[in-house]
């Protein structure tokens, strides 16, 4: 399953619940405010890296927000056509706000 989380961790409780809800065999696709999840050295971003499934942060939110270079590494950055070969290769899909 792809999980798409849109909001960001500290105003909204969406990335708690899907990393709550979700299984280890699960990915997770940070899209606009959801992407400061991935910056070095937040509690977000140390939960996100123990979770054991696999993080997807979408390249054009990243320029957008003028944090390029401040993602963590171990997180994939995927631009848009990433985006549909994830949505493509998930059956199922649920999207976090």
Same mark, same amino acid.
């Given at each position: 399953?792809?999980?798409? =989380?849109?909001?960001?961790? +500290?105003?909204? @409780?969406?990335? @708690?619940?899907? /990393? ?6 699960? @990915?997770? &696709? /940070? ?15 140390? @939960? ?9 942060? &979408? ?11 401040? =993602?963590?590494?171990? +997180?994939? =950055?995927?631009?848009?056509?990433? +985006?549909?070969? /994830? ?11």
């Amino acid at each position: 399953m792809l999980h798409t =989380v849109t909001t960001s961790p +500290f105003q909204t @409780a969406a990335l @708690a619940d899907c /990393l709550r809800y979700s299984s280890q065999n699960d @990915a997770i &696709l /940070l899209l606009q405010d959801a992407i400061i999840a991935a910056i070095d050295e937040n509690n977000w971003c140390e @939960a996100l890296k123990k979770s054991g499934r696999k993080i997807y942060v &979408l390249q054009e939110d990243i320029v957008a927000r003028g944090l390029a270079g401040k =993602v963590t590494g171990g +997180f994939e =950055v995927v631009d848009y056509n990433g +985006f549909v070969l /994830l949505s493509v290769e998930c059956e199922t899909q649920m999207k976090w706000q």
